[in-house]
């Protein structure tokens, strides 16, 4: 849709059924508020957010395993700021720091590698969480540890792939934004497969252009009333994706059953170290026990990120979670719907 006044004015003045659109992506989330873009559309148009935010998704037991690794075990924690002060069933790692265990802020998974390599008498453990975007990344740091036979250093995992959190998701929405970075490494096959089987959507990019484009052909894809797939973001994302970014991960990860904080277990949906690599994994390198973790019940990130409520309608939300004070992993991360809802929503 080369003509970008004539997508705005498709999506300004729909008038036809109502499309529900769920934004997998939390970084559209937060475009599309930053952008205005929300308040240009048709009131007949829907936008709900998806369990497209790592940090959101990453269930509450992850962030208690991390504590127990940095209080029991005493290993330096590295992981990236967004988790810092996401709550788990006591605590942060935010609040374990400040009690003196030893939690640092790095920028990538090599950047953890490389404070394992310099600080040989300490054991490093890095929180590995993230989508495929993400997850190339924490492969070539063990690849690195690995090729050094460094023995401090090891992951405790919490990847996942989107495939199976769309099937999950199906039903939910009449069209889905997908994330056009996720993309970028997995390719189009598993849209056009959905396209195939009933469901509807289309990848976009990140700018305004981009958005208002994507969400007209969702507009006019809708109207002709046949399930649809159309990438929106050409420039970046290639029917093949990135096969040297997948075939890293495929050299040290393999599928496994992965809890989604809103979704619960989704079969085969999350990585974790092949056998080959197991020295590199913090779960069985320190004998780690069975930890469930137990969520705060007056937060309803789990509905949010299912498209079954608004942020707005979390009786915590504004009041007892706020940036500043966060009840759950929504407000907390920089992809969070409830921290855009309370940025750009107003409240």
Request: with cysteine; charged share 20%; glycine share 10%.
């Amino acid at each position: 849709m080369a003509d970008l006044e004539g997508a705005k004015r498709l999506v300004m003045s729909y008038k036809g059924p109502k499309i529900r659109i769920m934004e997998v992506c939390g970084t559209h989330t937060h475009e599309i508020f930053r952008l205005g873009i929300r308040k240009l559309l048709s009131p007949h148009m829907e936008l709900v957010s998806g369990p497209g935010c790592p940090v959101c998704v990453t269930p509450v037991a992850f962030i208690d395993e991390a504590l127990w690794l940095a209080r029991e075990r005493g290993v330096t924690v590295c992981t990236f700021g967004d988790l810092l002060r996401v709550p788990g069933s006591s605590e942060t790692l935010s609040d374990a720091r400040a009690r003196g265990a030893d939690v640092r802020v790095v920028y990538s998974p090599y950047d953890a590698y490389e404070y394992a390599a310099a600080n040989k008498d300490k054991e490093v453990v890095f929180l590995a969480v993230g989508f495929e975007t993400t997850t190339p990344g924490a492969c070539i740091a063990v690849a690195a540890a690995a090729s050094e036979g460094l023995t401090n250093f090891s992951l405790l995992t919490a990847n996942k792939t989107m495939p199976q959190a769309y099937e999950a998701m199906r039903g939910s929405c009449d069209a889905f934004l997908y994330p056009g970075h996720v993309h970028a490494v997995s390719g189009t096959a598993v849209c056009e497969d959905l396209a195939r089987r009933g469901t509807s959507g289309v990848v976009a990019g990140f700018t305004a252009a981009e958005l208002i484009t994507a969400l007209a052909f969702i507009v006019k894809k809708t109207q002709e009333g046949r399930p649809y797939f159309v990438n929106c973001y050409p420039r970046i994302v290639r029917p093949e994706g990135s096969p040297n970014g997948r075939a890293v991960v495929d050299r040290f990860m393999e599928p496994c059953d992965s809890q989604w904080r809103g979704l619960g277990i989704i079969a085969q949906s999350g990585m974790k170290l092949k056998k080959s690599f197991i020295d590199f994994d913090s779960r069985i390198k320190y004998s780690m026990p069975h930890i469930a973790g137990k969520e705060n019940p007056a937060c309803r990130c789990g509905d949010v990120l299912q498209g079954k409520c608004m942020p707005t309608e979390c009786p915590v939300f504004g009041k007892g979670c706020t940036p500043e004070h966060p009840v759950g992993a929504c407000m907390v991360s920089g992809e969070g719907t409830c921290s855009a809802f309370y940025r750009y929503g107003g409240i």
